[in-house]
């Protein structure tokens, strides 16, 4: 009797179209082992039917840690001395992007530490132009698909970056509750200038992609599921979690981290309530997860991502951009083009899409509404 009204309560919940908070703080609260159950199995076949049979891959290339920023929990911010400070060369970045292309990634994210001055910005927009320029073929005919991860900018920077041939773009809110994020941030960052980052690649025409860390000290389950109704009331096209995992030289080292089962729990329960909620976005199962389970990007992809992010740093470096500890892939003649996690992947039950820009299928349908 009892096992019946869970499985009436699950009916209501997992089938709805429209989620209250309530529903969703519902979702992030389940325990029992057969009812997580349920809510993966849930979210995994939305994400199959909605986002397809096959996950896409995106090369991340971290291509400098030099960061303007002081944000507290991350072990590159600005005043973090202990970092040792790189930028690659542009041509360093075409040949790594050229050799994703080679091996069927269909698109590579470019990401760094934020710097707003012109001498970078213009060498992004070399970067972009150039990975465009030498990466078509047959198969891409317009070259890999390019996400930027950059941080603030202004309008016309996103412009630019995009005319350059950036077409999605990843800002995470890091925290949907205003106050909170003043907590975790210093006073020059402002949570409106972020939302307000937010509109303007959206105005401009990008792939819009957001996300939140998730288990931050001091964070509750109602603020997650806020968050998820943040990434469905700004209509984000792609989302990008994962745990919150402590870094000696940040500024909130002493306040720890969850113990790390319940946090990779957490962590999968919120990718599956934020497909069960939004549905056909893209959603990545990042690298933080495998930071804390060895096995914590096939996790994410079983929990509903469709996603993953292969590191395509070049070893020298790639120790260098530590924005948390035991991030995965560190070692000197680690797997170069990832094809352990990618057969990973495969083993788990899902086939990768190669040579293709995996484009948010909810940006897809958005833009088809607007020529309408
Ligand atoms: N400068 C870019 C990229 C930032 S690093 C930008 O501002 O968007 C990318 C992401 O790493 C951040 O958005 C943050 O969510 C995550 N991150 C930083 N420190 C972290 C930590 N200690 N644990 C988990 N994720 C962290």
Excluded at 135 to 157: A, F, N, R
Excluded at 222 to 230: G, N
Aim: glycine share 8%; proline share 2%.
């Amino acid at each position: 009797m009892e096992n019946l009204s869970w499985i009436q309560k699950h009916d209501e919940i997992f089938f709805k179209n429209s989620f209250s908070k309530e529903d969703i703080v519902y979702l992030l609260s389940l325990e029992g082992q057969e009812e997580i159950e349920f809510l993966r199995q849930r979210a995994y076949d939305i994400a199959t039917k909605e986002s397809g049979e096959k996950v896409s891959l995106r090369g991340i290339i971290e291509f400098s840690n030099i960061c303007s920023r002081n944000c507290c929990y991350c072990g590159i911010r600005k005043d973090a001395k202990s970092v040792k400070r790189y930028l690659l060369s542009r041509e360093e970045i075409i040949e790594i992007a050229q050799k994703a292309a080679v091996s069927g990634y269909g698109s590579v994210v470019l990401q760094s530490g934020e710097r707003n001055d012109e001498e970078f910005i213009k060498y992004v927009i070399d970067v972009v132009k150039g990975i465009k320029d030498r990466t078509k073929s047959e198969k891409l005919p317009e070259g890999l698909g390019i996400t930027l991860s950059v941080g603030e900018q202004t309008e016309k920077t996103y412009k630019k970056f995009y005319d350059a041939g950036a077409h999605r773009y990843l800002l995470r809110i890091e925290t949907s509750d205003k106050k909170f994020f003043s907590k975790i941030h210093p006073p020059d960052q402002k949570y409106d200038n972020r939302l307000n980052c937010l509109r303007m690649l959206k105005k401009i025409g990008y792939q819009v992609g957001t996300g939140v860390m998730i288990g931050i000290p001091g964070q509750t389950i109602d603020q997650l599921a806020s968050d998820v109704l943040f990434f469905r009331d700004i209509d984000a096209d792609m989302i990008g979690m994962g745990p919150y995992i402590v870094s000696q030289s940040s500024l909130m080292s002493s306040k720890g981290m969850m113990e790390k089962k319940s946090l990779l729990l957490l962590s999968l329960k919120m990718i599956s309530a934020t497909r069960v909620v939004l549905k056909d976005v893209n959603i990545a199962s990042t690298t933080a997860l495998e930071a804390i389970s060895e096995d914590g990007r096939e996790k994410g992809i079983l929990f509903g991502a469709n996603v993953v992010m292969p590191n395509l740093s070049p070893v020298d470096v790639k120790s260098d951009y530590l924005l948390y500890e035991g991030k995965p892939g560190m070692e000197e003649g680690s797997d170069e083009y990832n094809t352990d996690l990618i057969q990973r992947i495969r083993l788990s039950g899902r086939e990768i899409l190669f040579d293709d820009w995996g484009d948010s299928k909810h940006f897809k349908r958005r833009k088809c509404l607007n020529i309408i």
